[in-house]
T-cell receptor
Framework: GAVVSQHPSWVICKSGTSVKIECRSL??????MFWYRQFPKQSLMLMAT?????????EQGVEKDKFLINHASLTLSTLTVTSAHPEDSSFYIC????????????FGPGTRLTVL | AQSVAQPEDQVNVAEGNPLTVKCTYS??????LFWYVQYPNRGLQFLLK??????LVKGSYGFEAEFNKSQTSFHLKKPSALVSDSALYFC???????????FGTGTRLLVSP
């Protein structure tokens, strides 16, 4: 139980294009999902908290117009990196909290984004 | 503000020996504490958590952690290490009233045959 998937697992794109990453909770409903960014050999940095049916809450320093988050259903949240640049290259990880047990976050396998 | 410290960048242990990965925390209220493991190019896997109750928490893959309130620590332990335990381990904390997790910097565990 408590499986979270991400798609795609990796993506390479040209500078200036937009990339959408999906995060799905496969066997539970998630009122809240989180998006993290991880640089090589570093810890996870929370980018935003995504609540189903409402606007995401962004952490300080994260550009909400660049990193668009949509949480349209209880099992799906998407992160769109708009007008990507090489400095956006990173490992993006989502997590989800089951609606009936909000104590624990379960993480997806991550998406490796490379912007050329 | 919540914070977590993992003082060791890397821990080396021989297979079969006990292992300890250290974590100390700072939180204003009652802490919710977590350990996660990350294998290369993968997301984080949940190992165990402390919310309330017994100070010794048992988790996945034979790992356990001891909550010590006086020392504000939550060290991860395993009685007998396996080579396959080699990975990156993250300690995380959140305040009871909030869902946001704060992660430590991670400790790389290397178990040698």
């Amino acid at each position: 139980g408590a499986v979270v998937s991400q798609h795609p697992s990796w993506v390479i794109c040209k500078s200036g294009t937009s990339v959408k990453i999906e995060c799905r909770s496969l066997d539970f409903q998630a009122t809240t999902m989180f998006w993290y960014r991880q640089f090589p050999k570093q810890s996870l940095m929370l980018m935003a908290t995504s609540n189903e049916g409402s606007k995401a809450t962004y952490e300080q320093g994260v550009e909400k117009d660049k990193f668009l988050i949509n949480h349209a259903s209880l099992t799906l949240s998407t992160l769109t990196v708009t007008s990507a640049h090489p400095e956006d290259s990173s490992f993006y990880i989502c997590s989800a909290t089951p609606s009936e047990n909000r104590d624990t976050q379960y993480f997806g396998p991550g998406t490796r984004l490379t912007v050329l | 503000a919540q914070s977590v410290a993992q003082p060791e960048d890397q821990v080396n242990v021989a297979e079969g020996n006990p292992l300890t990965v250290k974590c100390t925390y700072s939180v204003s209220g009652n802490p919710y504490l977590f350990w996660y493991v990350q294998y290369p190019n993968r997301g984080l896997q949940f190992l165990l958590k402390y919310i309330t109750g017994d100070n010794l928490v048992k988790g996945s893959y034979g790992f356990e952690a001891e909550f010590n309130k006086s020392q504000t620590s939550f060290h991860l332990k395993k009685p007998s290490a396996l080579v396959s335990d080699s990975a990156l381990y993250f300690c995380a904390v959140r305040d009871k009233g909030f869902q946001k997790l704060v992660f430590g910097t991670g400790t790389r565990l290397l178990v040698s045959p």
